[in-house]
């Protein structure tokens, strides 16, 4: 086995058909560890005052990225398994500027650990008009094309419908599922969760690694345990903000 593959290997988790909750309590710890995970004030890209964020910037080691990869390829290959995404995905797209270390990443790891060979795009912020040219890099996704978007987080579902929007305009393109690190549980326009939103607005399917109901189980296993990872009064809050915005799975 090559040197570089061995360490992918390293990095995969033998136990993803063991169940959910392992899975998710380790992407937990790794969100904060990496100070990806934080708890605050903040407002989110929906313009939501948020006492928590999730910012996907701060995964910037080789390390960390490889270990976040790892667990969007090991769900990719378990919803192919499962038939609820085809073999006919072409691409993995990762809508700028966070998606694209996640589609680029996430497609070395599909190599790597199970030797799924799939490409990667993303969009430019702005348009190119030299060179190439061109709103795409990567893949040049054609109408005919499924691809599998990946995202960071799901609050409103603002961003992602920024990104349904500009591929509809590539024409007769099959988008097999959206695959979100965290579903933010939180109701969108209608009243209904965001995620239930798109899939019943745009008949897409949204899949997330995890949600702030794991986060929360988390926090109070961690506190129980005699291992706090949150301030008593950031927990209430961030208890408070999910009992009014949320709507739970």
């Known amino acids: 086995m090559q040197k570089g593959m061995a360490v992918w290997k390293s990095c995969g988790k033998q136990e993803r058909r063991d169940g959910e909750t392992m899975v998710s309590k380790e992407l937990v710890k790794l969100l904060l560890e990496e100070g990806a995970l934080r708890f605050g004030d903040f407002t989110t890209k929906s313009g939501r005052k948020s006492p928590y964020f999730v910012d996907m910037g701060r995964v910037h080691s080789g390390a960390s990225l490889s270990r976040l990869a790892a667990f969007y390829a090991d769900k990719i290959v378990e919803l192919k398994e499962q038939g609820r995404i085809s073999a006919e995905v ?7 500027y966070k998606g694209i270390s996640l589609a680029v990443s996430t497609s070395i790891a599909l190599h790597c ?6 490409s990667f795009g993303f969009n430019r912020k702005e348009r190119k008009d030299h060179g190439e040219g061109g709103d795409l890099v990567g893949y040049p996704i054609q109408p005919g094309d499924s691809i599998l978007i990946l995202e960071d987080v799901i609050t409103a579902g603002t961003a992602i419908r920024e990104s349904l ?22 109701k969108g326009i209608s009243g209904l969760s965001a995620v239930k939103e798109i899939q019943q607005d745009h008949g897409i399917p ?4 995890l949600t702030l109901e794991d986060i929360l189980m988390y926090l109070m296993e961690e506190e129980t345990s ?24």
């Open 90 to 96: 072409r691409c993995i797209f990762g809508p700028a």
């Open 113 to 118: 650990l199970y030797g799924w060979d799939l």
């Open 165 to 186: 929007g500009m591929l509809e305009k590539i024409g007769d393109v099959r988008i097999e599922g959206i695959l979100v690190c965290l579903d933010r549980m939180e």
């Open 206 to 209: 949204v899949c997330s690694l």
């Open 226 to 249: 005699g291992n706090p990872r949150i301030l008593p009064s950031e927990r209430v809050a961030l208890e408070s903000y999910f009992h009014e915005k949320g709507v739970r799975g």
